[in-house]
């Protein structure tokens, strides 16, 4: 089973920027991003494929938010900008056993979570 080690959160003000990373451990998975504010379900964020030829976006981050991965390693990168204070939330970062090269979004396609880390945008 992979385990996956969020980093990178923080407080920061609305237009500023922040890197979140996910490093996981054993194979290679597609990961998602998901993200889950106080009193809202857990919602999709980004993913990125195995193989990280596909990428996913949820459309409030669009143009926003990039996702990516290591060639080489197994780290995952969720570079953040333009941030506003709806971004706030708990971001997780998830690990789908599925073996084809999709992106999904539902929370309940994915196997591993991290443990998350809080990303908290001030107006």
């Known amino acids: 089973q992979v385990q996956l080690v969020e980093s990178g959160g923080g407080l920061v003000q609305a237009g500023g920027s922040l890197r979140l990373s996910c490093a996981a451990s054993?194979?290679?998975?597609?990961v998602g991003w998901f993200r889950q504010a106080p009193g809202k379900e857990r919602e999709f964020v980004a993913g990125?494929?195995?193989?990280?030829?596909?990428?996913n976006y949820a459309d409030s981050v669009k143009g926003r938010f990039t996702i990516s991965r290591e060639n080489a390693g197994n780290t995952v990168y969720l570079q953040m900008n333009s941030l506003k204070p709806d971004d706030t939330a708990i971001y997780y970062c998830?690990?789908?056993?599925?073996?084809?090269?999709?992106?999904?979004?539902?929370?309940?396609?994915?196997?591993?979570w991290g443990q998350g880390t809080q990303v908290t945008v001030s107006s």
């Open positions: 998830a690990a789908d056993y599925d073996i084809s090269d999709l992106v999904r979004s539902r929370p309940l396609s994915y196997d591993s």
């Open positions: 054993g194979s290679r998975y597609t």
């Open positions: 990125i494929s195995r193989s990280g030829r596909r990428t």
